[in-house]
Structures are given as C-alpha cells and as structure tokens.
C-alpha cells in the first residue's frame, strides 16, 4: 500500500537491550523525520533525513541513532533502552525541505521500556 | 525549553458552536505556521497552514489567525462537528533552521 508504515505498532522490551524501530514510505520523499511524543512535551523532533546516507540530529538524539541507507527506509534504533525511552514514536516524510512542507506521519509505534 | 506552547489542555464545545485553540511560540524567527490534527491510535495529519506573510488562512471551516506582534496563532472551526474531536497540535518553524516546533497539544471534544 501506498503511504508511510511503522513497524513494530506496539513493542515490550527491556531496560539495556537494542530496539530497532523501522519506517518505511512509498512517496520517494527526501526528507524523512523521527519524533517521540510525550505527555506535557507534545512531538519532539529526534533525528532527521534530507537524503539518503544523509543523517542530522534533532531536539532529542541522546541515546538514539539512525540510518538511511535507501531513500524509503528510516530505521531508528535505540542502543541501549532506558526507561526513559517509553514513548510514542512517529515517523514522518515530507518532499522537499521540510520547515514549509508539510509532514505526512506513519501511525506511531508505542514503545514500553521495563 | 518549550518554543510553542498550547496552554489548554482540553477544550470542550457543543456541537454547531466554534471551537478555538490557541498556541503561542517564544521564537521570533519562525516564519511558517501549521495545525495537525491527531485522532487516537494514529499518526498528526496536517490540518492547516499559515506563512507570517499573512494574517489569517482560511479552508473551509478551518481558520488560522497569526498575531505576530503577539506571538500569537489561533485555529477557529466553526461550526464545530463530532468527528472533529481529536488532539490539535500546532507546530512552528523558520526557513534558517530545518525542523519544525510542536506544542503540547490540545484536546477537542465536540458534544453532540
């Protein structure tokens, strides 16, 4: 199907394990993005594609990293998980520059980090 | 520290009558204004923009005023419908950075 795609929607893990959390759009767009949203802090903007093979941090990138190796693929990948990592995550891909593009978002994964 | 703030949690409205949430931003080199619309479960769509070259923007029963000197943007739905109960967040950003801004969100509620 056409669009954006999250895979896992709902993921458990571990306190120190690896998570990978994968994004995946259709559009061929440029520039793909990674938020988490958090209560009280709305949708904080974690790392940022304009390209592939190119990669720029957000708001938030401290114990997050990524890579985008083919233009449809966004994966972020939590290297250790913390507690503090317990969020929603959305991906999102716009066309062109992103500041006046407006970001189609994927359905989010909720991620529980025990 | 918060750049755009929705300082309304949640908002409830009857049916028919207008809904408006407010957002106000600290930064003033954002230049390019935007609503989302967020229901449960699933990803923000975009709802509405505004360039600050403009001082309202209008899409149906969609309007977005910007007081620039205020620091102010508001969204009016009017009338307001049931199937426009969802999280509103609006969003900020200028053309020196390459990010957008996002408030806290607020919550609608439309009763019928």
């Known amino acids: 199907d056409a669009g954006i795609t999250q895979s896992p929607r709902y993921k458990i893990t571990e306190t120190g394990r690896q998570v990978t959390l994968m994004c995946h759009q259709t559009w061929s767009h440029s520039y793909m993005f990674w938020y988490r949203q958090d209560l009280g802090h709305g949708l904080r903007l974690i790392y940022y594609s304009a390209a592939a093979d190119i990669t720029d941090k957000g708001e938030v990138p401290d114990g997050y990293v990524v890579s985008r190796s083919k233009t449809e693929n966004f994966p972020l990948t939590l290297e250790s998980a913390t507690r503090s990592q317990t969020s929603v995550y959305f991906c999102a891909s716009s066309p062109s520059s992103g500041t006046e593009e407006t970001q189609y978002f994927g359905p989010g994964t909720r991620l529980l980090v025990l | 520290d918060q750049q755009v703030k929705q300082n309304s949690p949640s908002l409830s409205v009857q049916e028919g009558r207008i809904s408006i949430l407010n957002c106000d931003y600290t930064n003033s080199m954002f230049d390019y204004f935007l609503w989302y619309k967020k229901y449960p479960a699933e990803g923000p769509t975009f709802l509405i923009s505004?360039?600050?070259?403009?001082d309202k923007n209008e899409d149906g029963r969609f309007t977005v005023f910007l007081n620039k000197s205020a620091k102010h943007l508001s969204l009016h739905i009017v009338p307001s419908q049931p199937g426009d109960s969802a999280v509103y967040f609006c969003?900020?950003?200028?053309?020196?950075?390459?990010?957008?801004?996002f408030g806290t969100g607020t919550s609608l509620t439309v009763i019928p």
């Open positions: 969003a900020a950003s200028s053309n020196t950075g390459n990010q957008f801004y």
């Open positions: 505004i360039s600050s070259i403009k």
